[in-house]
């Protein structure tokens, strides 16, 4: 199969078939990482940047080592915050950038549409590494992988995810990689972290995590941020624990065999209960070792096609 | 000097006129309305095929003059005007510095008259240096030609400010221009609050925030009995909120702009910062009920929003890009669409462009009464052209429109019976 | 262009190649000690398949069979149309095993070059044969068969197709002109 992406920018421009595809190549990828000699000469010559305006370790060393190991020679470059107030422009940033010739550039920015921004602009392929609220379409991948794992198939099962839904760009990616490969998605949050208008994507919102959870074949809890504490979204961590955290009683609602994620890093005791964190249902390890695979993979497909659109 | 426009369909709504006349004219002002005039020594302007009307007036327009000049100044925002068929602009006070006093005020008048391709309404404003806590000195700025008052661009938060600047207004028989928003309810947001922002990831400004603070001025004009002009409405409630008061007979007045009952929120999808503006693209609801309003005659006027912004202020992330679009030169073709989608006819039409934002303000403009200054826009209703943001007048680009087709335009705009642009 | 496909090899033909290289593989490493067969994807795992086959009925002894995926090793990233990435699938060490890779068609070598890097890659075998159930020449790089089914000189337009049935039995040989 052919893959004519240029860049990825979202799951929203992928297709079910595009999906399983990419799915099925970090599948091939996966094996070369429990190697003695970890690396192929695939992307020999290629260079990779990894163009980070947040903080983030998890995403960016997940992308170094996949680049890595298709043996691309890649660059962190960590910048601050957003342009005009710091004096240079995002393009101006990324033209300086380009200016190396880098085949991909890998981007987490804090404006949502950031790396569409950047994609309309260079003439390199743009991998988007979390974009403001947007997408995170790499997380969603190595979820979906995950899932595929440890289920053996992505249709047909209930995915419940829990938390400050608004604020995460994991959901929305989440929301159409899973939907479109056949699962139902049940959404769950306090009042103040569910978006207007978030069904339309292609799930159930449900007001209380014993609904969303019922019954679920996988149970995915979204990272609080302790700083949204005191302001208006909830008045504190620890009532925010009560209603919305996973302990081991609420997750018997789940299936028997239901598994547990979570995008990381853990607020053990708020979101997981550590009994739960620990416990036989967390996949939360898998998640991190599926990422590099499933990112090999979108680093592969996107340096390795013949380049035919732009999207 | 004569000058005698032969054979246009003219359109006066003031006088109820809508048929084949010619429009003579001398020394700048109307002097005869009749079918076959004698020419005389007049010079002719043949206008067979073409409509006839008062110059438009745009009711709300950032010159950008004095001070940021960068984006706009008057020279360039009243030749904006004039290619777009309006003659008459009333500009905002939110300069470098701010028009809150007699200097400023002079200054953009007495440029306009010496430099400008319009007429220049200035609007005072309503607080010193818009910060909401002094009024400014109305009084003086109204006798010095402010047409109205506005902190445009920010709310009067404070309640009895608000209060105050009404009754105190209302003292020197000025409108309060009201930006109505409620910025606890903004908070951070840049586009409409829907289902668009959740699926783009961006902080959504809700309808609430826009009709609170509406609500809440429409019953300090009810309070005060002063006259309450709401800017650009844009949704479906604040329409709804200005159609009651009137019911009751509350001295309230409203304005929509061109891109508010044209394009909705799903325009911002490609996260083009082109489409961001404040209030911002609503729902095709609230554009439903815009035209609704406009129909019924809750609106009294269109008014352009005219907001220009340099390349570099709009090439950004779509977060932190300045809010606002450049309208003037599109002001008459996207009118004229509302003639041609059958929402409005043709003399509701060149009546919210012409006699009806001079009658909110007391402009002695917009008609083509025998008498009247001669500001006319001779405009071919047909003429199919495609916007190209780099040919625009103004000095900045910034049109939502760009590359669109669209079907009109003024061939001639004529200053007090002087042509100030021929294409 | 294309004609009429002819059959170089049928059923029978392909099936008395493999026994003799069969043969030729054992007499060569003297019996089946360190032997394995690593298949390239796809034709060539299947045709390894055939041989391990051969092989047991000759000496009673299943040799151990691997299949291997060259994609990640090819030198013409950017330029073609498939990108799909097959798994390699080889459950034993490569340390000191005299190897044979297994292909059905050799023209410019290159196939085996990927396919040896990949193999080093994995472990470091004694030695690295080549068995090949058709030579259609036009080497690119200095590679040389050590078990040819079929030599068959053909020109660089026309092509080679190895046909397999259902249970990726090979079925025939055919040249495409």
Redesign the interface.
């Known amino acids: 199969m052919n893959f004519q992406h240029k860049h990825i920018l979202g799951i929203e421009h992928l297709s079910a078939e595009e999906l399983t595809f990419i799915l099925d190549t970090a599948d091939s990828f996966k094996e070369i990482n429990t190697r003695d000699i970890k690396k192929v000469p695939t992307l020999r010559g290629k260079t990779i940047v990894n163009l980070f305006f947040e903080a983030s370790t998890r995403t960016r060393t997940s992308f170094e080592v996949a680049g890595k190991r298709l043996s691309a020679d890649t660059i962190n470059i960590s910048a601050s915050g957003s342009s005009v107030v710091k004096g240079e422009t995002l393009e101006d940033t990324a033209k300086n950038i380009e200016a190396m010739h880098p085949d991909i550039i890998v981007m987490r920015h804090n404006a949502s549409g950031a790396c569409r921004y950047l994609a309309e602009r260079l003439d390199c392929s743009v991998v988007n590494a979390g974009d403001g609220m947007h997408e995170h379409p790499s997380q969603a991948l190595l979820d979906a992988f995950t899932i595929r794992q440890h289920k053996g198939k992505i249709a047909g099962l209930t995915v419940a995810i829990v938390g400050d839904i608004t604020h995460s760009r994991v959901v929305r990616s989440n929301i159409y990689c899973l939907s479109r490969l056949g699962a139902k998605v049940r959404l769950a949050g306090p009042g103040t972290m569910l978006p207007p208008g978030i069904e339309k994507l292609g799930c159930e919102v449900h007001r209380n995590l014993e609904d969303a959870i019922r019954d679920a074949d996988v149970v995915m809890m979204l990272r609080i941020q302790r700083e949204r504490q005191g302001a208006p979204l909830i008045p504190s961590v620890r009532e925010y624990s009560r209603y919305f955290g996973l302990n081991e009683d609420k997750l018997k609602l789940a299936k028997k065999d239901a598994i547990v994620m979570h995008p990381g890093p853990i607020n053990r005791g708020v979101e997981l209960s550590t009994a739960v964190a620990d416990g036989p249902q967390n996949v939360i390890l898998d998640q991190v070792e599926n990422g590099v695979a499933v990112r090999m993979a979108l680093l592969y497909l996107v340096a390795g096609g013949e380049q035919l659109q732009n999207d | 000097m004569k000058l005698l426009i032969k054979s246009g369909r003219v359109v006066d709504p003031v006088n109820k006129i809508d048929e084949k006349l010619d429009v003579l004219i001398v020394d700048g002002k109307i002097a005869e309305l009749a079918s076959n005039i004698d020419a005389g020594d007049a010079e002719v302007i043949n206008a067979a095929g073409l409509i006839v009307t008062p110059g438009l007036i745009d009711m709300h327009v950032h010159l950008r003059d004095p001070g940021l000049e960068y984006k706009e100044d008057i020279v360039s925002g009243t030749r904006a005007a004039a290619a777009g068929g309006v003659t008459s602009v009333v500009c905002m006070p939110n300069t470098s510095p701010v028009n809150d006093n007699l200097a400023i005020t002079r200054y953009i008048t007495s440029k306009a008259k010496e430099e400008g391709s319009a007429n220049v309404f200035p609007v005072g404003c309503i607080t010193k240096g818009l910060k909401g806590e002094v009024l400014a000195e109305m009084g003086e700025l109204k006798e010095g030609g402010c047409v109205g008052f506005s902190d445009d661009g920010l709310p009067v938060k404070d309640g009895e400010m608000m209060r105050r600047a009404l009754e105190y207004a209302n003292t020197f028989d000025a409108p309060i221009i009201s930006h109505a928003e409620d910025l606890t309810l903004v908070a951070g947001g840049c586009m409409n609050?829907?289902?668009?922002?959740?699926?783009?990831?961006?902080?959504?400004i809700p309808w609430a925030a826009e009709d609170a603070m509406t609500a809440r001025d429409i019953m300090l004009a009810e309070l005060t009995g002063a006259h309450l002009h709401v800017a650009h409405v844009s949704t479906r409630g604040s329409v709804e909120l200005v159609r009651q008061a009137k019911t009751r007979g509350v001295r309230v007045t409203c304005e929509a702009t061109p891109h508010h009952f044209m394009l909705t929120d799903e325009a911002v999808r490609?996260?083009d910062t082109n489409f961001k503006m404040n209030p911002p693209l609503r729902s095709a609801d609230d554009v439903a009920a815009v035209r609704a309003g406009l129909a019924d005659g809750t609106i009294d006027a269109i008014a352009t929003d005219h907001a220009p912004h340099h390349i570099?202020e709009k090439?950004?992330?779509?977060?932190?890009a300045m809010n606002g679009v450049v309208g003037l030169e599109t002001l008459l073709p996207l009118t004229l669409q509302l003639v041609g989608e059958k929402v409005l006819t043709l003399e509701q039409a060149i009546a919210l462009v012409t006699c009806r934002p001079a009658g909110v303000l007391g402009l002695e403009r917009g008609t083509l009464s025998v008498g009247a200054v001669a500001d006319i826009a001779l405009v071919n209703p047909n003429k199919e052209w495609t916007v190209d943001a780099q040919q625009l007048q103004s000095k900045s680009k910034n049109t939502s429109f760009d590359g669109q087709k669209m079907k009109g335009y003024a061939v001639r705009t004529l200053l007090a019976g002087q042509t100030v642009f021929e294409r | 262009m294309s004609g009429q496909p002819i059959e170089i090899l049928d059923s029978t033909g392909i099936k008395r190649a493999l026994t003799r290289i069969a043969h030729e593989i054992l007499e060569r490493n003297r019996g089946t000690e360190d032997l394995v067969l690593v298949g390239i994807r796809t034709g060539g795992d299947y045709l390894a398949a055939e041989l391990q086959k051969k092989i047991a009925e000759i000496e009673g002894v299943m040799v151990p069979l691997g299949t291997i995926d060259i994609t990640m090793y090819r030198d013409d990233l950017g330029t073609r149309g498939n990108l799909t990435v097959g798994k390699t699938d080889i459950r034993f060490p490569l340390g000191e095993k005299q190897v044979v890779l297994v292909d059905d068609v050799l023209f410019t070598g290159r196939t085996i070059r990927a396919a040896m890097d990949a193999l080093v890659d994995l472990g470091r075998p004694r030695t690295i044969q080549l068995a090949i159930l058709i030579d259609r020449g036009h080497r690119e790089l200095p590679i040389r068969p050590d078990y040819i089914g079929r030599n068959l000189p053909t020109s660089r337009g026309e092509q080679i197709e190895v046909e397999f049935d259902e249970h990726d039995v090979p079925q025939s040989v055919s040249l495409i002109k």
């Open positions: 609050e829907g289902p668009v922002s959740t699926e783009l990831g961006l902080k959504g490609n996260y570099d090439n950004v992330e779509f977060a932190i």
